[in-house]
């Protein structure tokens, strides 16, 4: 895996009198804006072999040329920490996640995460931003990341979750039996006493997110349901499920006290007493190849213990949903 970008290109005349930023951002698409931009600033980014100002305008047939040598971001080691690929070729990874693996380093798991993991797999991809975690999922959610094994790469799935072409669904059992499905589109931002926790936010505040859900399951006291994200907030679907009255079977953070239902057999209260995270599961992902540009998408089974918990309210009682898609 090169650490190295060369390219040049001649500005089209039809770009004239425009700024160089914006033509960089015309001319090469594979990275971002604020990328380019820092790159004409350290003079990676050269108009006709000098260095120019972001806002200087071009008059066309002038060639910019990129010549970068990718750096290491932070100084973290790999670790030889087992993944779990689903896929994987010259440009991106797909993982399927277990519980318990956080994703980032950060204060109090320095080490130990999917970041160090991918580091020692892939070594190429520390001279990638975050090496090449693009989306991330909490710590004890399970199921589907893709990570880019180039900038390129990087930059073109970025653009995917921003224009929101990304497609990510989750499987996920709540608490309280739901009527029906629907959708939750309330702004999220971080909570105002305790800076963990994310909230829903007064309107006007926080950052704009969406979540449709529909019920796969009514079991006599929970449900289990799909969720299709079309934005990517810190703990969306806890957060917004939460808020409607539905927070996650294990979700310490956003239940509250924990507490049976009236009535349950001994295999249930064995299941839900033992369940110690969120149930939540990234099941499906899609996305446009950033190299291809074959659209693709991948699948993950349940992990056991999201299975074993199914089976257990099964087993109390089951009235099967059977409701239209999103």
Request: proline share 4%; net charge negative.
């Amino acid at each position: 895996m090169s650490n190295s970008i060369q390219a040049s290109v001649s500005v089209p005349l039809s770009l004239g009198n425009k700024r160089l930023d914006q033509i960089a951002a015309e001319l090469f698409p594979d990275f971002s804006r604020s990328r380019l931009q820092q790159w004409i600033k350290d003079g990676k980014l050269t108009v006709d072999g000098e260095t120019r100002r972001g806002r200087d305008k071009m008059i066309g047939n002038e060639v910019l040329a990129l010549d970068v040598i990718l750096e290491a971001e932070g100084d973290w080691e790999g670790e030889d920490i087992p993944l779990n690929v689903v896929y994987e070729d010259d440009d991106i990874v797909v993982i399927n996640k277990p519980a318990g693996l956080v994703v980032h380093p950060a204060a109090g798991n320095y080490t130990g995460t999917l970041l160090n993991a991918l580091l020692y797999h892939y070594p190429g991809i520390e001279n990638v931003p975050r090496a090449g975690i693009v989306h991330r999922l909490d710590k004890d959610t399970t199921g589907l990341m893709v990570v880019a094994k180039t900038l390129q790469a990087q930059t073109q799935l970025a653009s995917q979750l921003l224009d929101r072409s990304m497609g990510r669904e989750y499987e996920a059992i709540t608490m309280g039996v739901m009527t029906g499905g629907g959708t939750v589109e309330a702004p999220i931002a971080r909570h105002p006493t305790s800076r963990t926790k994310m909230a829903v936010a007064p309107e006007g505040m926080g950052k704009d997110a969406i979540t449709h859900y529909r019920v796969l399951k009514k079991f006599n006291a929970h449900t289990h349901v799909r969720c299709k994200l079309e934005t990517g907030r810190t703990h969306q679907i806890r957060v917004h499920l939460s808020h409607i009255g539905y927070p996650l079977v294990g979700d310490q953070t956003y239940f509250g006290r924990f507490r049976l239902p009236k009535g349950i057999s001994l295999n249930l209260r064995q299941q839900l007493q033992t369940f110690q995270r969120q149930a939540l599961h990234a099941r499906e992902l899609s996305l446009w190849h950033p190299t291809t540009d074959e659209y693709m998408t991948w699948e993950a089974d349940l992990p056991e213990d999201f299975q074993a918990l199914l089976q257990a309210l099964s087993d109390e009682q089951t009235e099967t949903y059977d409701e239209a898609d999103y």
